[in-house]
């Protein structure tokens, strides 16, 4: 999905609900970056997963599924489609609301512009490594691959969770492994672990459900 297919995707979904839309799967990485700037992991995905700040029944995400959600007009008609889905579907760190980027979306053929929040690269990731399968995995280590998310700074906010410490172990272990390129030399690979080590010890673990087997955003 690129910019201009999330903005069909985004005018709908404010038509339908009368509320701004909060993108939170793989595709709140155009919030941050043009399709040209990402690598194709970031992008392959055809679904937009859509939420809202005030929908604690959900009645807005069933909105959006119901009408241009899988196997919809709205994605027969287009080949991309959205679903609907709650805040709390994901694990997210600590004062993720006030990282929230804002996108002005341009009017267009499906109706007037409107505004959209997406999620911080960073904090996306984190959500990402809590729902941990296998197109996660894919994402985040494209991403920083191409350079463009920090490992460490992921990794400090994903202290900042209620994620399980298992899990959060777990994820944490990815994200030293992808701070350390294999062509470092040892002395600087060894410098990369010590800090990562002393950001993941810098915060006790702390208690709560673990939301990692949930479906994380995004297919």
Partial sequence: MNRDELAEVLRAASAITDDRPLVMGSQAILGSYDEDALPPAATVSMEADVAFLDD?????ADMVTGAIGEDSNFHQLRGFYAEGIHVETATLPDGWRDRLITWSVPPGANGPGTVASF???????VAKLAA?????????TALTR?????PLVALERLEHTELHPVARQRAAGLLVGLDTPTTAAPEEGADRLR??????KRTPPRPGPDRGRDRGPDR
């Fill in 119 to 125: 999620l911080d690269p960073h904090d996306l990731v």
């Fill in 195 to 200: 800090r990562s080590v002393e950001i993941e």
């Fill in 132 to 140: 941990f399968r296998e197109k996660d995995v894919r994402f985040v």
């Fill in 56 to 60: 604690d029944d959900r009645h807005k």
């Fill in 146 to 150: 191409a350079g463009l998310v920090d």
